[in-house]
């Protein structure tokens, strides 16, 4: 079994496949980590997230273990990972391991579910069940506020919401694999919805697909 998540930044992915996950023991795997790892590579190297040929050289040099690099995390990651992405050489790096995940998922799993920008256009089109998950960006600007004065004990809710707005029109605008709906994508806007419901509202549609 293989499911694509795809939606906006803050929009829940990340939470609804975590339970997927679980529930059909299939393998994770947060495409959005590699884009961050590859930025985060740039500016630790002292570039600049825009430098195209930097970004698809780190791109192609990526490892396992950058995607365990501390500040994977952070708006800072984020942003990196917004400007990256809409490089053709480094999106094209990182298909085939997203592929190779999804074909071959680690230890027993009995599948694996992937969530990014264009699982279920790009990465993985004949996915068993596709979702895109959305909300307001004020909802999701507000979600990233708490975690981040969770996580780290400060944020700005306006600075983290015009840096939301910027990456929307960034991932949507790409010429390389914008951030769209698969045609058959089950869409849910999680504005007001709990995760329970979120999760549940998921779970029949994926068994009605089984």
């Not at 079994?1 to 930044?9: E, S």
């Not at 023991?25 to 985060?40: H, I, Q, S, W």
């Amino acid at each position: 079994m293989i499911i694509a998540i795809d939606g906006p930044a803050g929009a829940g992915k990340g939470t609804l496949a975590a339970r997927l996950a679980e529930h059909f023991e299939l393998a994770k795997l947060d495409t959005g980590l590699l884009y961050r790892a590859v930025g985060m590579k740039v500016v630790r190297a002292g570039g600049d997230p825009e430098d195209e040929i930097l970004a698809t050289t780190m791109a192609e040099g990526l490892t396992t273990a950058d995607m365990e690099a501390d500040g994977l995390r952070t708006e800072q990651a984020g942003s990196a990972a917004s400007k990256v992405s809409v490089f053709p050489g480094v999106r094209s790096a990182l298909l085939e391991f997203q592929r190779n995940f999804a074909a071959n998922p680690p230890g027993d799993a009995k599948g694996a579910i992937l969530d990014g920008r264009d699982i279920g256009t790009v990465v993985c089109p004949d996915a068993n069940a596709k979702f895109y998950i959305t909300a307001g960006v004020e909802v999701r600007a507000m979600r990233r506020y708490k975690e981040l004065m969770w996580r780290v004990g400060e944020a700005d809710y306006e600075r983290v919401l015009e840096d939301m707005k910027i990456r929307d029109a960034r991932d949507q605008g790409r010429d390389a694999s914008p951030l769209q709906a698969a045609g058959d994508a089950c869409q849910i806007d999680t504005s007001g919805m709990d995760a329970d419901t979120v999760f549940d509202t998921a779970l029949d549609f994926v068994s009605a697909k089984a």
